[in-house]
């Protein structure tokens, strides 16, 4: 399936031979950026795990129609594994957002990190956040997933000693690699990542007293725009996902 586009679906929608019809940004992509015609198969998709599937039929300049030939509902799967993303300069914050979206992560957190050069202060922190949710969907849609990652709030390291499941902060200095770090039983997973000059030891040091592990990708030191991105790799590998 070649593209994916998304749509707040209905249950009537979610049917067999049904008739979906899309409008706005997204047909305008589809019909003047994409060029899709009559007769050319496609997904829509409510981000939410539900999917429709079929071929796009004739319909009124401006609205892009499907009509449904397969409805896929994909379930949340377990353990879901978000990343905490400290602000990094540049665009190396988004670019690790971007391809964790594509790598399945099923949330994000920008970090305020204390060795973190990009700060989000005042409104700064309502368009950084929207920001993302612009990256995760349309990371999404190219991923062809069917459910677009959430974004949540801007966090402290307060904030992140205090989240549920298994929290495992990539340290390179750690003793245990990530490939060691036990799994099991764990329903969410969270994997830590600093800016560019790592997770300081005060906050490294708060964030073990809360439970959380501190582990090692390899011997090489990666930047913050590839280190979750590679550890979700191997995460998905330990799942079974890959």
Known sequence: MASLYLHELTEADAVLGARVEVTGDEARHALQVARVRPGERLSIGDGRGTVVRGAVVEAPQGVLALQVEEVVHEPEPTPALWLVQ??????????????ATELGVAGVIPWAAERSVS???????????????????????????????????LASTSQLAALDGLVIVLEPTAEVPLTGVALDGAELITLVVGPEGGVSPRELDRLRESGAVAARLGPEVLRTSTAGPAALAVLNARLARW
């Open 86 to 99: 400290a602000l990094a300069k540049g665009d190396r914050d988004e670019l690790a957002v971007q391809a």
């Open 119 to 153: 700060r989000w202060e005042g409104a700064k922190v309502a368009r950084g956040e929207e920001r993302w949710r612009s990256i995760v969907r349309e990371a999404a849609k190219q991923a062809i997933r069917p459910r677009v990652p959430e974004v949540a709030s």
